[in-house]
């Protein structure tokens, strides 16, 4: 009769685990699924971060690029006239001025 009493508490003892087997895979399936949304979504910015940062990389160089042409300019003999003319007013010897009148 022992062995009886044993048998019939197996397959509730059996069904319980199974329930809490069950329930643990699907609590373990809810925390993935909902950490997957969140790093797809930190993905998502972070892919959004770089192409913006990628676009003022190129700004950047870009700017560098006219910063070397501006330099390469400022030694010219041309751009030393320019400055000349424009902030000390300097003219060659055979230059005529024309000022309007006030």
């Given at each position: 009769m022992g062995?009886?009493?044993r048998r019939k508490s197996k397959p509730n003892q059996n069904r319980f685990a199974m329930a809490a087997v069950s329930f643990v895979v699907v609590v373990l399936l809810a925390v993935i699924s909902f950490k997957s949304v969140e790093l797809q979504?930190?993905?998502n910015?972070?892919?959004?971060?770089?192409?913006?940062?990628?676009?003022e990389i190129k700004k950047e160089e870009d700017r560098t690029k006219e910063i070397a042409?501006?330099?390469?300019?400022?030694k010219t003999k041309k751009y030393v006239e320019e400055v000349a003319k424009d902030k000390l007013g300097l003219v060659y010897e055979d230059e005529v001025l024309f000022k309007p009148e006030k």
């Open positions: 062995r009886n009493h979504a930190k993905s910015t972070y892919s959004n971060r770089i192409s913006v940062l990628e676009k042409e501006y330099k390469k300019y400022v």
